[in-house]
Each structure stands twice: as structure tokens, then as C-alpha cells.
């Protein structure tokens, strides 16, 4: 086969790849990437894992937060943290308990920054300074009221060890100090 004709397959050759490439390419690419967060939060722009996350406000430590994993949504504004461990640290230096930790375990919990509110569920332990803890299976955080709320059973420590359970919830401060019942109140089993 002389030269020419031979160059003249090649180039066919690679005229048809080119354009078999490009026919192959012209949709939109079919590639899926398979999100991490699956079920548990739709629409989140980053996954964490094993992360913690401390704030300051005037040279003081505000909070640290521990968990096992997260998600931030950043159209709504939240994040979603899940087997965590919240410390929430009281900066107003006229407090008593200024410096102290109220710290907060939980399975989940929803924060939504720009309200400064938070969604806690799930096995919900509240430890605040002077031996004062809450049990609960949800708690609402409004952080810009300092206030603690839950409307279900939620079981109550003092400092003095005397526990007493609210069978519709209770509203509160951080700090557990100033606790009002919803409903009837009952003498805990104890159980912290």
C-alpha cells in the first residue's frame, strides 16, 4: 500500500476516534458522586468526622464541641452533629460560675446559628456547675434567651442530690439554677 493511502487511514482512523469521543461525551456526564450523609441529612454541603470546634467571645472560651460526626447545611443555616458532647462555658465575670462548664451529651442535635437556638435529642444528659444534671429525651436551647425548655418527662437533680421528675417538661437556665415544672412533679428514681 503506497504512503499516501496509508496516511489517509490514519487520519480516517483518528478522525473516527475523535468524533466517537465527542459523540460519547455530548450528554451530561452520568457520574453520581454517592453521598456520605445518606438518609440523615439531605442537601448538606460538608461532612465531619470525630471533630471538635471551640468559640471565644472577649478572651474567654464560650464553647467546645465534640462529635462523632456532622453536617452543615449552609441554605438553612445549621448544622447537624450526632454522638456529641457540647461545654458551654458562663463568660460574664459577675457570675458565680463564671468559667464553669455546663456540658451536654446527647445522640443528635440540630443548631441553627442564626437563632442561636438548638434541637437536642436522644439520651440528652445535662451537667451544670454545683452537681445539677437533667435527664431528658428532648431539649429545646434558646442560648440567646438562656433558656432550657423541654415538653416531655424530663428527671431533675439539685445540687443537694434530691431528684424530682416533671411528667409534661420544664423550663430552665443553663446553669439548672432556676427550674419551673410543666405539670405535675414527682420524686425521681434517681438514676444520674
Known sequence: MPAAVRLRHIHLFLL????GAALACRGESKFVPELAHSDLV??????????????????SMLYRV??????????????HLYDLRIE???TNRKSKDFGKATIITAKECKMEQGNRFM????????EAPHGRKLKTQE????????SLYSNVPVTVQDGSGNVLTGTRGIVTDRSLSRTVFKG???A???GF
Not at 16 to 19: G, R
Not at 66 to 78: H, L, N, R, W
Not at 119 to 126: A, E, K, N, Q, Y
Request: proline share 0%.
Open 66 to 79: 465534640a462529635a462523632q460526626q456532622g453536617y452543615i447545611v449552609q441554605v438553612k443555616d445549621e448544622t
Open 119 to 126: 434541637t437536642i435529642r436522644g439520651d440528652v444528659l445535662v
Open 188 to 190: 425521681g428514681s434517681g
Open 139 to 146: 431539649l429545646f436551647w434558646d442560648e440567646a434567651k438562656n
Open 42 to 59: 439531605r442537601g448538606a454541603d460538608a461532612t465531619l468526622r470525630n471533630f471538635t470546634a471551640e468559640a471565644f467571645r472577649k478572651g
Open 88 to 90: 458551654y462555658f458562663e
Open 184 to 186: 405535675g412533679v414527682g
Open 16 to 19: 473516527s476516534c475523535v468524533v
